[in-house]
């Protein structure tokens, strides 16, 4: 076995898999604790290599080891990907093609499937271990694994080229606005005033394209949601962390085989209403739950927020709108408008720049809706000034507007230093 190559190891982890499970006491398994299961199939596979009568070097025999449990317990090639922190997306295109992002940059790594089926039994793992379904009567679904990473997978005949698995993480320790200010992400001026918008109960939308931060910036603003609020979240798979006491989680359920018992995300926030919400959360606002996220915020759930994909502020408010119409709104344009303008009260997007650098590239007000439109102004953003060395230049400045909802947070004892709201640049983080 000295210097086999790939496939042979391959070959050969796949002939350890099948003779373990071939001589696995499953009934004694069922009672066992993880632990214990994991010491004894360890145990059993290296006493399998060594009745193979091949000589494996000890490097290359650990290696075996862990792959065949990785198998059996885990994700298979994708687990020692989980033990790098700095892996946030985990694509798989096919079973020799897995990409990876780490800081905002997609590379391909060096893990790989053995074929289309071993990366299937993966996903069917994933998928069952999340109490969903994937099969060729429902061949795409949404999951979230235990440590909260999102999970997305689409199989044949919907993927022509075999299946799909995207993997989308989040850090062991939620971000704050303190660590996100140091990271660049945002200037500390924005950060002062996401959490007074918070704090005072604005209706937020987080917007930007996939793999911004929306939901990251979400979960950092909520460590200003006051103490003793009872907030409600809806999600199709929960990843929301909120920083609270008094957080009630909601996830949205597929159809069963039968296609019946699906729960859609309207259902979920009518229900919510219900429930004495002081605020209503949505991990992503995308269809008709639109209308009655836009009820909830009118009617005595301030401080709601939700997520929303678009490719600017403006297009936030402009894809909102639309998701009304579409959604069987039946009112004038005008008062749509007056309606959105009354529920909303200031969007913050996020964008990628060029490096792969997350950035808040506008904090925008909403205000109230005219002749031409909805009046939105914006108060902080990110301007780009040019790149050099593959960095992309640019910094945060304030806009000059001082925006109407300041007197509204006054009101209530919250004040913003007023230097946040004067033109020119902004003092930032230390991006990293």
Known sequence: MTGGTDQSLDQIRRELHERLLATLDFAAASVMKREQLVAQCDARVRELIDQSGKTVPAEM???????????????????PLFADGEITDILVVSPDRVFVERRGQLRQSDARFRDNAHLLHIIHRIVRNAGRRIDERSPMVDARLAD??????????????????????????????????????????TAELLR?????????????????????????ASASLG???????????????????HIVRLETRSANVEGIGA???????????????????????????????????????????????????????????????????????RVLRDYVASAIDMVVHLMRLPD????????????????????????HRYRVTGGHE?????????????????????SRGIRIDPRAFVAGKLDEGAAS
């Open 356 to 379: 792969g650098r997350r950035v808040i590239g506008e904090v925008l007000e909403v205000g109230e809706a005219g002749d031409e439109g909805l009046r939105m102004q914006p108060i």
């Open 227 to 245: 103490p003793h609020e009872r907030v409600i979240t809806i999600e199709d798979a929960a990843e929301l962390r909120l920083e609270g006491s």
């Open 61 to 79: 025999r650990a290696q075996l080891v862990r792959g065949v449990l990785d198998d059996v317990f885990g994700l298979g090639p994708l687990e």
């Open 390 to 410: 593959g960095r992309t230049d640019g910094f945060f400045e304030s806009t000059g507007v001082r925006p109407a909802f300041l007197e509204y947070l006054e």
């Open 148 to 189: 909260g990473s999102r999970v997305n997978a689409i199989i044949p005949p919907l993927a022509v080229d075999g299946p799909q698995l995207s993997i989308r993480r989040f850090p062991e320790r939620a971000l704050d606005l303190d660590r996100l200010v140091g990271f660049g992400t945002l200037a500390p001026a």
């Open 263 to 333: 729960v859609e995300p309207r259902d979920l926030l009518r229900n919510a209403l219900r429930m004495r919400p002081d605020r209503i959360i949505v991990g992503e606002c995308r269809g008709a739950e639109a209308f009655d996220m836009m009820q909830a915020m009118n009617t005595g759930h301030e401080g709601s927020m939700t997520t929303l994909h678009s490719n600017s502020a403006r297009d936030a408010i402009y894809r909102l709108e639309s998701m009304l119409a579409m959604g069987g709104v039946d009112m004038p344009i």
């Open 196 to 220: 007074a918008a918070v704090a005072g109960r604005l209706n937020i939308i987080f917007s930007g394209g996939a793999g911004v931060g929306k939901t990251t910036l979400l979960n950092a």
